[in-house]
């Protein structure tokens, strides 16, 4: 059974945000879809947190 998947808004954000992230030397940790919420989680470095939104908006969180 195939639930929900990321927007294709969200996985283009996702890709643009991870190669920024990695341009300034800082490691990708983590990145999941959370189906509850419907949005992409990025964790980088040591506490950088980004929230993706299903229309590709974005924000960094603590």
Do not use: F, K
């Amino acid at each position: 059974m195939e639930g929900p998947r990321p927007t294709l808004d969200q996985y283009r954000v996702c890709y643009h945000l991870c190669r920024m992230i990695t341009g300034y030397y800082q490691p990708i940790v983590l990145v999941s879809y959370d189906q509850r919420i419907d949005r992409l989680y990025i964790l980088a470095g040591q506490d950088l947190q980004v929230l993706i939104y299903p229309n590709g908006d974005w924000r960094i969180i603590r």
